[in-house]
């Protein structure tokens, strides 16, 4: 078993900027990629963006640019840096670890909430 704990959500204006983290315990040995996810009301989730083990991020279109993820090993860290936050940007964020043997973990996920 793989437990996530994510924390750095809150309000903040349009244009200011949030760093979401994400600390992992257990099994976490057997985690490959992490990612963060975000669902907004009435709307399904989606992927923000990816690091895989090797350290290659991918991002959704729609953060490409404003958003960057990195991961700590050593601190067992995933986080995401989020600059020029939008209204649009307002959801719940999860944190995600894709085990090898392609089971998923979530966290219990952190609001984030952009004022305009």
């Known amino acids: 078993q793989v437990q996530l704990v994510e924390s750095g959500g809150g309000l903040v204006q349009a244009g200011g900027s949030l760093r979401l983290s994400c600390v992992s315990s257990g099994r976490i040995s057997n985690i490959d990629d992490m990612s963060w996810y975000r669902q907004a009301p009435g709307k399904q989730r989606e992927l923000v963006a990816t690091?895989?083990?090797?350290?290659?991020?991918n991002y959704a279109d729609s953060v490409k640019g404003r958003f960057t993820i990195s991961r700590d090993n050593a601190k067992n860290t995933v986080s995401l840096q989020m600059n020029s936050l939008k209204p649009e940007d307002t959801a719940v964020y999860y944190c995600?670890?894709?085990?090898?043997?392609?089971?998923?973990?979530w966290g219990q996920g952190t609001q984030v909430t952009v004022s305009s």
């Open positions: 995600n670890a894709r085990a090898r043997t392609g089971y998923s973990y």
């Open positions: 690091i895989t083990g090797g350290g290659t991020t």
